[in-house]
């Protein structure tokens, strides 16, 4: 068991991707509670991870994470895991000491990149990079599990 | 993953006892949709798995399922899944040439004794002991998921 402490951005324009390669993710859920989340997720089509999440306390949350085969993760996507799947790209940024995500979407959620950060505690100090926007941090409309109930296609933009 | 082809029936009696030794077995659900399940139990206090199934075809059933660390399991039980648990002795008992699953079960579902029996396939043939009664294989009401929303000492007895 780990506890996960991250916090979440908006990413302006396109300064980050420089030479970053993004390795394909797809994912899906087995379970959307409030109370927690269990996700089934591949890696390059090559890797195979569940991870069971707690609820959010601020940044924080409970996790377990564990490997599994695979096959097993593309016949529970396939399956079992609610629809849509969230497909991204995910990139690993390296600044100013710092590893940044950059998960930029795809399907129905194209069009969103948003940047993570993960602490050693909430109160970490950290230098933003230019490209790193808004903070979104516990705004449930950016919860990986939102996204699949309300794809970023279907927000009214403001 | 597996298929999971299982029987499962009502218990008379105490002569299946003989000198069947229970395992205590403790499991709660992160999950308890229709279309999957996702169970943490531990054996003996000193296994721990996570599984995941999905809805039941008949008798039979998608399932996976993975070892994880016992002090994992106790964790998520207590801080994540849904209550109350589910406390049991399972029992293993060979007869006939078949392998019998005795589930006898305490606190809020004291006085449930349930037996099971896995197949190869649906039509597979075997003998029914003594103390083997009414058959109760797809009667939600005996799915461990419901042993915990309707705990068998609220029943109406009839």
Known sequence: ????????????????RKEATGIPYRQGYLCLD????????????????????????????MEFEYPVPVQDALTMLDNLCEKPLIEKKRYTIRENGHTWEVDEF?????????????????????????????????????????????PYSTWKKT
């Open 34 to 61: 409030r109370k927690r989340t269990v996700r089934v997720r591949t890696i390059d089509e090559r890797q195979g991870l569940v991870t069971i999440k707690g609820a959010s306390t601020g940044a924080t949350r």
């Open 106 to 150: 795809f399907g129905e959620n194209q069009g969103l990149v948003i940047a993570e950060i993960e602490l050693t505690s909430e109160d970490q100090e950290f230098t933003r990079p230019d490209w790193v926007g808004k903070e979104v941090t516990g705004d449930p409309r950016y919860f990986n599990s939102s996204l699949i109930r309300a």
């Open 1 to 16: 068991m780990g506890l996960e402490i991250e916090r979440k951005f908006l990413v302006r324009g396109d300064a980050w």
